[in-house]
């Protein structure tokens, strides 16, 4: 279910940055940083230094 749950988010935030016309950088900065923070949920985790 979290992985439905990440991929709809991903499609969500791509699609509002692309159908984005307006000029609001505010808004357009805070749906990168969401993008961002979704896609790093795809990076594996460092691997441990033992």
Do not use: C, T, W
């Amino acid at each position: 279910m979290e992985s439905f749950i990440h991929q709809q988010n991903l499609e969500l935030y791509r699609k509002l940055l692309a159908d984005s016309n307006d000029k609001d950088e505010g808004r357009r900065q805070v749906l990168l940083k969401l993008l961002a923070a979704e896609k790093a949920k795809d990076q594996p985790p460092p691997p441990k230094k033992s």
